[in-house]
Every structure is written in C-alpha cells, then in structure tokens.
C-alpha cells in the first residue's frame, strides 16, 4: 500500500497540485486514502518505518494528505507532531539520504510545517543541503513568519486561535500566507 502512496503523489498527479487548493482533487484523496490516513493517525502504519521508502509514504499520508483531506479544518494540522518525529526518526536513520530530491522535499516538509523556530534551525540546514533553491526560499519565508510571530498567523482562523493587532496587519498583506 505505501507504494500506492507514492505512485499517486509522484507519479499519478501533476507536481502543481501538490500545493494548489483544489476540491475535487482533495475528494480524490479522500476517496482513495481517507481511510490510510485514519489508519496512520491511530499509529497502524508502524510497519512502514523499516525502510526510506514506507517511512515517507507515512509521512506523505500525515503531512500532506491531511491537508487535502481536512482542508480549512483544525485537524488539517493535527498529525504535524508525529509526521515531524517520524520525519527526525528517518533522518537519524539516513532514510533520507536514499531517495530522491523530490522525494527528500516531502520527508523534509514537516519541518517546514512546524511551529518551532528551532525546528525551522534544522529545516533550514536540511533544505539547503537539499540544493533546491525554490524549497530553501519558500523555507526561509515560513521561517521568517514563525520567527517574527512564533506561529504561522494563517492558521489562527481555522485553529480558533486569537490574532494580535500585528498578525491581523501582517495577514492583510499580500502573499500573507501559503
């Protein structure tokens, strides 16, 4: 099944819609991963951590599919902390270091999704090794933001959270959020 994962988000689509806001494509993984994903956020994925490629299928799953599957909603964001553990868990076991760039960008992904400035220290340093100009720059701007308001302000809305008088200016700005 993890290969599933992967030939559908490499291979299947079209590298755009990973990160475009697109209804039919989030039902499409609804339909064909809702019930994976609800597997991987109850931890029955645990199988998939012996190797590079299965470990990043989870982390697909959690990060990425939960954006897709709970699109504007709190738990789009609620399996962040175990994609980030088990992304740092593949790291510590050179997962990375055997795979692809493209596929190294969506293990590294939950760090850039994290909350943490020290966090972001690490996604910083893994991002540029990567090499991928276009990833460290769009790493660095999520940085900047979590750095400056110790949160992504984007966020507050859907999480119930509220916006300081700073995050509110900030988030009137163009290109604001991601």
């Not at 769009?138 to 110790?150: A, N, P, Q, T, Y």
Request: glycine residues 4%; aromatic residues 12%.
């Amino acid at each position: 099944m993890h290969q599933e994962v992967l030939d559908f988000w490499f291979n299947d689509i079209e590298p755009k819609q990973w990160f475009q806001k697109d209804i039919d494509f989030d039902n499409k993984i609804i339909t064909r991963f809702g019930k994976l994903h609800r597997q991987a956020v109850q931890g029955e994925l645990s199988s998939w951590r012996h190797c590079a490629k299965s470990a990043l299928a989870e982390i697909i799953v959690l990060d990425q599919f939960s954006r897709n599957i709970y699109r504007d909603q709190p738990e789009s964001f609620a399996a962040d902390p175990m994609a980030l553990v088990l992304a740092q868990e593949a790291i510590q076991k050179g997962f990375d270091q055997e795979l692809s760039l493209s596929e190294r960008s969506f293990l590294y992904m939950p760090y850039m999704h994290s909350e943490s400035a020290v966090i972001h220290e690490e996604a910083v340093k893994l991002f540029r090794d990567l090499g991928i100009v276009n990833n460290l720059d769009f790493e660095l701007k999520h940085k900047k933001i979590v750095d400056r308001f110790g949160r992504y302000p984007h966020r507050n809305a859907i999480l119930g959270r509220q916006s300081s008088a700073e995050e509110l200016e900030f988030l009137a700005e163009p290109n604001s959020s991601f």
